[in-house]
Structure formats: structure tokens, C-alpha cells
């Protein structure tokens, strides 16, 4: 079986277009868990109106990204058994029919940790075609789309459609509460793969992301301490110090993210 989570905070229709792709896809053997963190916009409602066989875990709106996923974790991974798998989403998100069938597939035949092929929902561009790090210069490509390719491995994943089997959390356990938000999925993905899950992505299986050009271009003070933020510079030092390979890139990589800011200091006083 696979297991979705699917973690949300308002944003209704989003959800809701998101679980409708889900009801139509050719792999049946699907339950879905949405982990709705305080909504209220009538996100549970309607869900429980529409798609009444939808499980729902209700949060106090405080437990941000990770933790929601951990609470949606600790409920299906007590019913999961040998050959499951938990696909973890994001709810901007649509897919096609035959998407889950893909990324079954290709986890079983490898044993693997799956992601997903992201495009853009409005214009297709590719948004992430698999992630390579580069510790030396902090910086994480993932637009490098070859498609001759069926699957690629890759360094690391997010959570836009990233198919973990049961077995992993095992051994890796569930996701760090030392990030909350941002990041809190590549850290999950490269300790899965220290641990010994391949981490691979799949061409075949195609997750189309509804985030607009230009929703992150935020305010300094936003996009440095924000946990919304991609650039959230606490979320981004943890990130570089839990995880680079050595000594020496880690001090590397906490420097490069201090520089950074500093260096964009000067646009706070010209706004």
C-alpha cells in the first residue's frame, strides 16, 4: 500500500484540487492522511464532505511543516507493513493519473527513496529535475533535466512527491525537529541515503507545483528569519552543520551563508 501525507494550512481549493488528482489515479492501492495544522478557512470540512475516506489529523496550528509530517508519520507508520510506502506531498500540487503507478514502480525494482520530476503548473518549466549539492560554493542546482533519462540518482530530495519505503524510517527515524520548516526534507533525504537508501529521481513521474514566479521575492527581514523562507539563515546553518560531510564544509558552508547575508544587508536600509 502507499500511504500519503499530506500536510496543510488553509488554502482550501489548493487541497482540494490536489486530493481530486489523487482519486483518479490508475495505482488503487492508496490511503490518503491529510495533517491539517489549524486551517480556518473550512479546509477540514470540506475535505471530510468530499472525500469522506480521507483520514485527517488535526493540529493546534502551531506544529509547522516537520512536525506536521512527523504526526502524520507516527499515525501510519503504526499500520504499515513489510512493501508499504509513505508518499509525503505538498498540497500545491497536482498529478496525473498514472503518477503513483510510476513512482511504485520504480522504488520497488531499485529499493529505493523516489522523487518526483517537478514542473510548473501554469507554463511546465522544470523546477526540479533532482538535486546535486555543492558544499564548497552552498549551493544546491537541481534544473540539470537530461531526457534521455528514465531515473537519475541524485543527491538529495524534497517533499514534492517523494516516496519513502516504511522499512527506511527504521532506520533513520522521523524528521528533525531542529528545522521546522525549511529543509526539513533534504535533511530527512541525506540521512536516508547515509543510511543506505539509494536516492533516486524519476523522469517518469511528474508532480506539477502551483507555486507562482515570484511568491518568494520577499522583504529582507521576511526572507532571512521567516521560516517560510528558503533562505531562513538559522534553518540554513543548521541545515550546512548537520549535514556536510566534513569539518572543514561545515564551518565552509556557515560562513558562506553568513557572508551572504551580510552582503544583502545594505538592501534592508535602500527599502
Known amino acids: 500500500m502507499i500511504r500519503i501525507i499530506l500536510p496543510v494550512f488553509n488554502r482550501k481549493e489548493l487541497t482540494l484540487e490536489c486530493l481530486a488528482s489523487l482519486s483518479l489515479q490508475t495505482y488503487k492501492d492508496i490511503e490518503i492522511t491529510v495533517i491539517d495544522d489549524g486551517s480556518t478557512d473550512g479546509s477540514v470540512e470540506e475535505i471530510r464532505r468530499l472525500y469522506p475516506k480521507v483520514n485527517i489529523v488535526s493540529g493546534p496550528g502551531g506544529w509547522w511543516w ?3 509530517v512527523n504526526m502524520g508519520l507516527q499515525r501510519v507508520l503504526l499500520k504499515s507493513i513489510k512493501g508499504d510506502a509513505i508518499l509525503i506531498m505538498n498540497n500545491d500540487t497536482e498529478v496525473k493519473p498514472e503518477y503513483i503507478a510510476a513512482l511504485e514502480k520504480i522504488s520497488r525494482e531499485h529499493g529505493a527513496v523516489v522523487g518526483s520530476l517537478v514542473k510548473n503548473f501554469y507554463d511546465e518549466h522544470i523546477q526540479d529535475a533532482g538535486i546535486k549539492i555543492d558544499w564548497n560554493t552552498y549551493s544546491f542546482p537541481n534544473r540539470e533535466y537530461d531526457p534521455s533519462l528514465s531515473i537519475k540518482p541524485v543527491d538529495a530530495l524534497t517533499t514534492r512527491g517523494m516516496l519513502v519505503p516504511a522499512e527506511v524510517f527504521e532506520k533513520t527515524g522521523l524528521f528533525t525537529p531542529l528545522l521546522p520548516h525549511h529543509a526539513a526534507d533534504m535533511n530527512f533525504s541525506l540521512r536516508a541515503k547515509r543510511a ?11 508532480i506539477y507545483s502551483k507555486e ?3 511568491e518568494k521575492a520577499w522583504p529582507f527581514l521576511t526572507k532571512y528569519f521567516s521560516r517560510r523562507s528558503s533562505s531562513n539563515l538559522g534553518a540554513n546553518i543548521m541545515f550546512a552543520l548537520l549535514n556536510a560531510p566534513t569539518f572543514f564544509l561545515k564551518i565552509k558552508s556557515t560562513l558562506l551563508i553568513l557572508a551572504r547575508f551580510i552582503k544583502d544587508i545594505p538592501s534592508y536600509f535602500r527599502a
Do not use: Q
Not at 543506505?196 to 511528474?206: D, I
Open 66 to 68: 516537520a512536525k506536521s
Open 212 to 214: 507562482k514566479h515570484g
Open 196 to 206: 543506505g537508501s539509494p536516492l533516486l529521481m524519476s523522469y517518469e513521474a511528474v
